[in-house]
């Protein structure tokens, strides 16, 4: 039997959609050229994290391991459309990763900051941003699943409830380019929007 995993220690892998329940950002931002962002913690070597896009906040306080931008329903918040320079910085405004991201207007992205894990078995925190594409079937929910835990080779998520089931699974997301992150980031698996138990379990046994 697959060895169950913790669904609280490992349960931010998975980021379940209703599509039509995502609306406007809770923060209030300035009108202008704006984009959609969705910022994920997903690095357990890092305390809270302070994200900057070209020099200004994105969230009003740190943000802490585990926990997103926004809410399950509303998970997207106002940003800066263009060419921004991204900065992640813990406390004491140590640097912990940056980079320069093009984010189109009126289009909505994800930030993951996630540990990648050498052969040595180091961790070393880093960011990826997707290009989000949503299906286009509002009615029914839609899914995607990325495995950020770097010490598993591949996590199977079970979603069940009493009418409905749905197995997949996914290896390591740092084992992706960049490339095929993206080519990833679709949201995949449609299902009956409803409520679902969700078990995560190795693949290894």
């Known amino acids: 039997m697959k060895h169950k995993l913790s ?7 998975l980021i379940l959609v209703v599509l039509g329940a995502i609306s406007c950002s809770k923060e209030e931002r300035k009108a202008g050229d704006l984009t959609s962002l969705s910022f994920i913690h997903a690095s357990p070597s890092s305390g809270p994290v302070t994200l900057e ?3 200004q906040p994105f969230l009003n306080t740190p943000l802490a391991y585990t926990d997103l931008s926004g809410t399950a329903t509303e998970p997207y918040l106002a940003a800066p459309a263009g060419v921004g320079r991204i900065r992640l910085s813990g406390s004491g405004q140590q640097d912990i990763a940056e980079g320069n991201f093009v984010f189109v207007s009126n289009r909505k992205f994800s930030l ?29 929910a839609a899914l995607r699943f990325f495995q950020f835990a770097g010490n ?9 409830n009493d009418t409905d089931t749905l197995v997949t ?14 080519q990833n ?11 679902y138990i969700a078990e995560l379990y190795d693949a290894r046994g």
């Open 185 to 195: 980031s679709a949201f995949r698996h449609l299902t009956a929007a409803a409520q």
């Open 53 to 55: 896009i070209g020099g």
């Open 112 to 140: 993951f900051l996630y540990d990648s894990v050498s052969t040595g078995g180091s961790q070393k925190p880093v960011v990826s941003v997707l290009a989000d594409n949503p299906s286009a079937d509002t009615a029914r």
């Open 152 to 160: 598993i080779d591949t996590v199977i998520l079970v979603l069940f």
């Open 7 to 13: 669904i609280r220690i490992i349960c931010f892998c």
């Open 169 to 182: 699974g996914a290896p390591f997301f740092g084992n992706y380019p960049p490339s095929v992150q993206n």
